[in-house]
């Protein structure tokens, strides 16, 4: 038998593709850093006593007029929106007003483990999702899926934070089994990779477990559906194995367009981690966009927001760049 | 996240029936799905009506003290006295859960009903006007749902100071989007069916076409949406009372309650974490089990599973 050369990836479609997708960024995030702009101005938000915080309350009139002045608070919203988007160019995002440091140091602080915590639950979601979802699919209707399938749902209705307080008690509680929140130890000054991993294991699975739904729900949709198409009906006629039509054929058509699918899933990811990173006070960005809030550190939200947008912009991309590999019928024109 | 809006690009693969006949175990597990089916139809209607019920009923007749402390009975265990045990300053849970699901499920309701409203709009909008208002519109549902939800939320109440209304309105401005591609899309596909085509040839208005005889055609679609959109509503408001960022404390609905339940979780009392957690989960189930039987109901050849 000879073997046809498998042809390279479509480089050029895929690059074009690319290249519109950040052009098509660009008024995306100049809509977004407006509305955020525009939803401040419209708020009773004073960028001024925010910034002076407690200090604020006995500093003098001139101090503060003085601090209004350098702010430019007195400026439409349009100026400063202007003014940040031009020096946010030049990597200058601003001074973080509850945690009194640049934006940018805080977002390079942190962002590593939040990226860490994101990636490890994101591979077991995917991961055991698909192992769950193709054992509920190869028999739809029998006692192991539907049993799949109402916990899933149950799973998908409970609130992140809630299973992680839950967990918490059971794991680190009762259990005593893992540390209930942080990222070392309190005595530790630095961050051992052993600890980190120790300390990883609980939000990690917390986050996972509710990713896992959406991933069962749809390769058991994928896959089920699959299995009632006419190469799999054929294969079976022709007399293969349950395995050989499973793995062969099953699993080619029905699994791969729905993993193709996991880039549109960045702001799940990102909402999950707002509430699991706050729960187990993670040391990360989602929990920082939560303190910022609970502040109200406009530079910082303003900033976070952008940056998760990208975050979804991208994973849109990934999405699309998958799925075009996926299945070539679909191409790179989107 | 759950994700329990119904949008037009992220449904699952849907089997569509085919017109051979199945095997005959096929069909077995088929008629079993049916009749679970039908019980799971049941069991949906009946939890949302005592849901309801219970959240109009049992305010009448027990008055929820908020003031009250009684540290005598503070953290008691579930017990017949205390159903779902006591909090940390000895209020009865089980009631407390009842007033928090109310406020929770006012807010959802009032909170999707709002969503539903907008995106309609702006849905109709879009497919009856069409042409660069169409494009414009949409390209601004895309820019909006490149923001995650909770972010955006979590923004709007920040900016706003938390309280009932700023979270409401958070809630409704992030959830419109998938009202209005749904709404838009059934516009379109309406456009040109011979009704309307008729209305149009008769010398209707674009105006009167679209009020008379486009939204009627889709207000069920709409209709739907507003209900899944009700426990996605819950659920955010939670999340954003959870954070400190929902309704003040003497409004606790379900998430808040959880919040203020975190101390005594960490000093190993699980009750008051528990049962407003589960309080959040059954109206959700529920309402989704309904949902999807009105679901294949609107939408027959399309016998999806229902998705969250």
């Known amino acids: 038998m000879t073997r046809t050369r498998r042809p390279g990836l479509p480089w050029l479609p895929m690059a074009r593709l690319v290249g519109r997708r950040v052009l098509f960024a660009v008024p995306v995030l100049f809509c977004v850093t407006f509305g955020v702009f525009a939803i401040a101005a419209a708020s009773p938000f004073d960028p001024v006593k925010a910034y002076a915080g407690t200090a604020g309350l006995t500093a003098s009139q001139e101090n503060l007029d003085q601090l209004r002045a350098n702010l430019g608070a007195d400026d439409p919203f349009t100026v400063r929106w202007w003014d940040w988007l031009t020096s946010a160019v030049t990597g200058d995002l601003g001074d973080s007003s509850s945690l009194r440091q640049p934006v940018a140091e805080v977002i390079a602080e942190r962002i590593g483990w939040s990226t860490l915590l994101c990636a490890v639950a994101f591979t077991l979601a995917v991961l055991g999702g698909t192992v769950l979802g193709v054992l509920a699919a190869r028999r739809r209707g029998g006692l192991f899926d539907r049993a799949i399938t109402f916990v899933c749902y149950t799973l998908e209705a409970a609130p992140p934070f809630w299973l992680g307080l839950l967990a918490v008690w059971l794991f680190a509680l009762k259990l005593d089994a893992l540390p209930a929140g942080g990222l070392t130890d309190t005595a530790s000054e630095v961050a051992t990779a052993g600890q980190v991993t120790h300390h990883l294991i609980l939000p990690a699975a917390v986050l996972a477990v509710s990713q896992l739904p959406w991933f069962v729900l749809y390769v058991r949709q994928g896959v089920g559906d699959a299995m009632d198409e006419d190469p799999v009906r054929g294969a079976r006629a022709r007399g293969l194995s349950e395995r050989t039509v499973l793995f062969g054929h099953a699993l080619r058509s029905g699994l791969l367009p729905v993993l193709t699918l996991v880039g549109s899933r960045v702001p799940e990811l990102i909402t999950g981690a707002l509430l699991i990173e706050t729960v187990f006070s993670w040391p990360g960005i989602a929990s920082a966009t939560v303190e910022a809030a609970t502040s109200v550190d406009f530079p910082l939200l303003a900033a976070l927001t952008v940056l998760a947008t990208v975050a979804v912009l991208a994973g849109n991309l990934l999405s699309d760049l998958l799925y075009g590999l996926a299945d070539p019928r679909v191409g790179f024109d989107g | 996240m759950a994700d329990f809006t119904p949008t037009a690009e992220a449904a699952p693969p849907t089997s569509v029936e085919r017109g051979s006949p199945a095997p005959r175990w096929r069909t077995a597990a088929a008629g079993a799905q049916r009749g679970s089916r039908a019980l799971r139809v049941r069991v949906s209607a009946g939890l949302v009506a005592v849901v309801v019920l219970t959240v109009l009923l049992v305010p009448l007749f027990f008055p929820l003290d908020e003031q009250a402390v009684h540290l005598a009975d503070k953290l008691r265990a579930p017990s017949l006295d205390h159903p779902f045990g006591t909090d940390d300053v000895g209020r009865d849970l089980l009631l407390r859960c009842v007033y928090g699901l109310r406020v929770s499920l006012l807010v959802g309701v009032v909170a999707a009903l709002a969503a539903t409203v907008i995106g309609t709009a702006v ?86 076409v679209t009020v008379r005889h486009l939204l009627p055609a889709v207000l069920p679609q709409a209709g739907l949406a507003a209900v899944l959109m009700v426990p996605h509503a819950i659920w955010h408001e939670s999340a954003l009372s959870f954070l400190g960022l929902g309704l003040p404390s003497h409004k606790a609905s379900l998430g808040a309650m959880v919040q203020s339940a975190r101390s005594s979780l960490l000093a190993g009392d699980w009750w008051p974490t528990l049962f407003p957690g589960l309080l959040i989960i059954i109206p959700t189930l529920a309402i989704a089990g309904l949902a999807g039987a009105w679901r294949e109901r609107i939408n027959p050849r399309r016998r999806s599973e229902l998705t969250l």
């Open chain 2, 123 to 208: 849905g109709a909008l879009a497919g009856a006007v069409g042409g660069w208002t169409d494009r414009v519109v949409m390209r601004l549902v895309d820019v909006f749902s490149s923001v995650p939800h909770l972010l955006l939320g979590i923004f709007i109440v920040a900016m706003f100071q938390p309280g009932v209304w700023p979270v409401v309105i958070s809630v409704a401005l992030t959830h419109w989007l998938s009202t209005a591609r749904i709404v838009r899309a059934e516009l379109l596909s309406l456009r040109s069916r011979p009704y309307v085509e008729a209305a149009i040839s008769g010398g209707a208005s674009r105006l009167r």
